[in-house]
C-alpha cells in the first residue's frame, strides 16, 4: 500500500496536468486540428515501440531482479536503439502514408513522431528503470513533470498563437525533449556501461516478443482513432479524441495498480492462480473505471462549458460511453498479465487477434452510422466484445506454466 500510495501520488499530479494541457490544447487548436494531433501522437506512441525493438522490457526485468547489471543493459538499451532506427523511420512512413497523407503535413507528423518516439519513450524508459528499482516516487516525480511542461508549452501556444498545428508540434517537441534532458541527467541511476551482445542476444527473442506485442498493444488500443479519421475525416477524429482523451483519464490510477501487480508477479507468478481473486480484482478495475467516468459526465451534463467550447461540443456524448472505460481497461490490464507471467510471445499473438477483431467492428460501425452520437454508443458493444476475447484468451493461457525471465 505504501507503494502504491507512493506511485498514485505522481498519478494524480499526472492527472490534475493532464487535465489542464487538454483543457488549454482541445481549445486553442480547432476542432479537426486537434483530431490530427490526437492521431498523430497515438500513432507516435504506437511506433514508438519499435525503438530499441523492445529491450525497455529486459532493462525493466533487469532492474526489478538484478538491479547490478542496470549499466551493461543500459548498454544494450542504447545499441539496440540506434540499430532500430531504419525499421522507425520505414514503419513511420508506412504509417503517414496510409492515415494521414491527405490531411495532415508530413514535416507536422515527423515531428509528433520524434516527440514521442525519441524523446519521450527514452525518458519513459527512465520511469520504467526506477519503477523497476521501487523508486515510485522518483518516477512518479518525473511522469509529473513531462506533463507539467506539455502543459506550460500549450498554455505557451494558447499565448502566442491562434492555434496553428505546425507551431503546436515544435512546441511539442520542444516539451519532450526538455523532458528527456531531465530524466537523464537528474533521475536515471548510471552505472559504467559496458556492452556485453552475449547477454543482449539471450534476451533478445524477449524483447522481440514483448516490443510486438506492445505495438499489436496500442495498435488496437488506437486503432479507433486511425480508422475514425481514415473513415470520418479530422472533425468527426477530432469529436471522438475528445471523448477518447476523456475516457483515457480514468486509467491512470489501474495503470499504477497494474505496475505494482506485474512487478508482484515477475517474483511469483502463481499469485493469481484462483479463479475468484482474478475476478475479484477484474470487477473493481471495472467499478471504478465506470465510477470515474460517469462523475465526469454528469459534471458535464451540469456544467457543460467547464472544460471550454470545443469539449462542450462532445460533452454530451460521453455518458454514452459509459462502459467503454471499464472494457479498455480491462483488456489493458489482461495483456499486462501475460507480460508478467513472461509470456511475451502468447501476449503478441493475443495482441494481434484482438487488433484484428477491433478493426473488423469498428469499420462495421462506421459504415453503418454517420452521426457520432450512434457511433459513440455502439462503442459499448465494440468494447464488450474485445473483452470477451481477451478475457478467453487471456485466462487460457494463465493456465499454462508461465516462464521466469
Known sequence: MR?????????????????????????TLSIADFGLFATASAAGVMLSRILAFGFTAPLYRIATVKP????????GFLLMSVLSLPVLGLASVGVYLLFFGGDMPPGAFALVVVAEALLWRPAETVVIVNNGLNRFGRGALLVVLGTAVRALA????ALVS?????????????ANAVSLLVAAFFFYPWQRMRLRPALYLRRL??????SSAEVLFYFQMELDKLLVLALGGAQLAGIYAIIMRLVDLTAIPIRTFSMLLVQKMMRTPDMLARIG???????VIFAVSTTAILALALILRVFPNILGRNVAEAAPLVLLALFVPGM???????????????????????LMLLAGTKAVLLAHVLAAYAAPRDIVLALNGVFAALYLVSLLLTYCALSMPAKRV
Open 162 to 174: 491562434n492555434g496553428e498545428l505546425w507551431l503546436w508540434t515544435q512546441l511539442y517537441l520542444l
Open 3 to 27: 507503494d502504491y500510495f507512493a506511485a498514485i501520488s505522481g498519478s494524480a499530479g499526472r492527472l490534475v496536468f493532464s487535465l489542464g494541457y487538454f483543457i488549454v490544447l482541445a481549445n
Open 154 to 157: 500549450a498554455v505557451l501556444l
Open 328 to 350: 479498455r481497461n480491462l483488456v489493458e490490464y489482461q495483456a499486462e498479465l501475460l507480460f508478467a507471467r513472461g509470456q511475451t510471445l502468447l501476449r503478441a499473438i493475443n
Open 205 to 210: 527473442a524477449d524483447a522481440v516478443y514483448v
Open 277 to 283: 481473486v482474478r475476478l475479484g480484482i477484474e470487477g
Open 68 to 75: 547490478r547489471l542496470i549499466g551493461t543493459y543500459t548498454a
